[in-house]
């Protein structure tokens, strides 16, 4: 189990809509769908930890250069995200000695 050193601070609504790019509306869409992680503080107001601004990053590339649209993109993000997964299994597989047997 690791801790991190520092708490990193958490992007409210509008600081992580600029740092992404995004309109505030779509970002809000995005948290609806279940594609990007925010919670709500005790005002009530969206927040989003820092990590979640690769995942608006791989979003955008997804919908500009594959065209795919908004409602798909959770589909594609998580076919791709298993495919990885799957990727990592065969490589360390390979590694092991010996590997393991195919049946």
């Not at 509306?25 to 979640?52: M, N």
């Amino acid at each position: 189990m690791s801790h991190p050193l520092v708490r990193l601070p958490l992007l409210n609504l509008e600081s992580f809509a600029q740092a992404t790019g995004l309109h505030p509306e779509l970002v809000r869409r995005l948290v609806a769908l279940g594609l990007i992680d925010a919670f709500r503080d005790a005002a009530g107001d969206l927040c989003f930890p820092p990590s979640q601004l690769a995942a608006a990053g791989r979003l955008q590339r997804l919908h500009t250069q594959l065209a795919v649209n908004y409602a798909s993109l959770g589909l594609v993000a998580d076919l791709l995200d298993r495919i990885a997964e799957l990727e990592a299994a065969l490589r360390t597989r390979a590694r092991t000695p010996g590997g393991m047997p195919w049946t």
